[in-house]
């Protein structure tokens, strides 16, 4: 599946380009590339998320890395990529290499169609980014991969339909945890009633495959959602319903009415930023068998550029999971600061400080955990 997911990574952009050649021969392009370094360290005080035997670790970051633009009147590509090298001061880890890439483009077919494309990948052990309402924590090693194509068409001038597939594979370096991928449809229907307001109606499908003895599903979800923007602020609500059915026969369908709100804004100066988000619905991932859960998150984030050299951030979320069929119910609390310094134009100093913990009904699933980061980050403008 991996080998498939590139491939048709390939295929698609070779596709784009292709339909886009002739109108962009005459267009002016912009192509930048940049060199990063971040050199720092991460200390955890309970890196393991043991409720009990909290042992504190160092971990040193080496994490060089490079970023390629591609732009021109009708289309943008943008490649950034991130070696993350993990040296540990405890004895029982060995040393980790992780990798980030990202890739993404966009392309205006005609006036009316254009063509997006992304692919995310990301080699790890910070389960945070399993999932979009995660609550697993562990420091298993996994890789995870997702492949996102969309087509836009303007068929009226007030209406725009949008389709499109979304792939997501998730591969685990020991056989602690089941191997996954998964297949998405996405169809969006969109009334435009003005230039800053909309409405759309928008359903997915989804199917989910596990390697394992972890029940297959399907799901079906159809979301009402408004978007408003301001001179400074903008507003998206949705509500909609979602059925996840199981081919387990012995397992029953489950069912949620999830929602998503997100505000943000910013001052007249845009010199403070701010986003403030709540969201409901389901866990994607069963990992040990222990099921799905409804989540409630609930986000702040704030930054503030004290200089023109110095900005200041604050953020963080409150989540409740609720799990299926069982006992255990979790409330997970995270909120951290940040402090970046732009010392010169290439040269940046950046500090952050997080605490996260989880309450849970199970008492063996509780842990609180302190992360202090500090680097010195480094960004070389090959163009220049």
């Known amino acids: 599946m991996r080998i498939l997911s590139k491939s048709l990574l390939i295929l698609l952009f070779v596709v784009a380009f292709s339909l886009n050649a002739s109108l962009c021969l005459t267009a002016q392009t912009n192509v930048t590339s940049t060199l990063l370094l971040n050199l720092g360290a991460l200390y955890d005080s309970n890196f393991y998320y043991d409720p009990v035997d909290e042992r504190g670790v160092t971990t040193y970051l080496v994490q060089p890395g490079i970023e390629l633009g591609y732009e021109t009147g009708k ?10 090298a993990n040296f540990y001061d405890e004895s ?8 980030i ?3 993404t483009g966009d392309f205006e077919m005609t006036d009316r169609v254009s063509f997006s494309l992304s692919d995310d990948f990301v080699k790890t052990r910070d389960s945070a980014d399993l999932d979009d309402l995660g609550n697993i924590r562990t420091r298993e090693i996994y890789y995870q991969n997702r492949l996102r194509a969309m087509f836009s068409l303007d068929f009226e001038p007030k209406f ?12 685990y370096e020991e056989d602690l945890s089941v191997d996954s991928k998964g297949n998405q449809g996405i169809f969006d229907l969109i009334y435009h009633l003005n230039s800053s307001t909309s409405l759309d109606l928008e359903y997915h499908y989804w199917s989910m495959d596990y390697d394992g003895p972890i029940s297959d599903y399907t799901s079906n979800q159809l979301s009402l959602v408004a978007r408003k923007e301001w001179r400074i602020v903008s507003l998206e609500a949705a509500v909609g319903y979602q059925n996840r059915a199981f081919d387990a026969p012995d397992q029953d ?21 701010f986003s403030l988000s709540a969201a409901k619905n389901f866990s994607f991932l069963d990992r040990f068998g222990q099921g799905y859960y409804k989540a409630n998150r609930f986000s702040l984030t704030f930054n503030h550029d004290l200089t023109d050299k110095i ?3 604050v953020n963080g979320y409150y989540q409740n999971s609720d799990y299926e069929n069982t006992i255990r119910e979790d409330d997970l ?11 010169r134009e290439r040269l940046a100093l950046y500090f952050s400080a997080r605490y996260e913990n989880r309450d849970s009904t199970i008492p063996l699933a509780d842990y609180s955990n302190t992360e202090v980061i500090g680097q010195l980050r480094f960004s070389h403008d090959i163009a220049k």
Do not use: C
């Open 75 to 84: 289309s943008e590509i943008a490649f950034h990529y991130m070696l993350d």
């Open 311 to 313: 900005t200041l951030g």
């Open 101 to 103: 890439a990202s890739l």
């Open 92 to 99: 029982a880890e060995d040393d980790f290499y992780g990798h």
């Open 160 to 171: 725009t339909t949008e389709f499109g597939y979304q792939n997501w594979i998730t591969n």
């Open 333 to 343: 609390y995270n909120i951290g600061a940040d402090i970046n310094y732009q010392i």
């Open 253 to 273: 369908d489950i069912e949620i009415v999830p929602y998503r709100f997100t505000f943000q804004g910013r001052s007249s100066s845009n010199k403070s930023r």
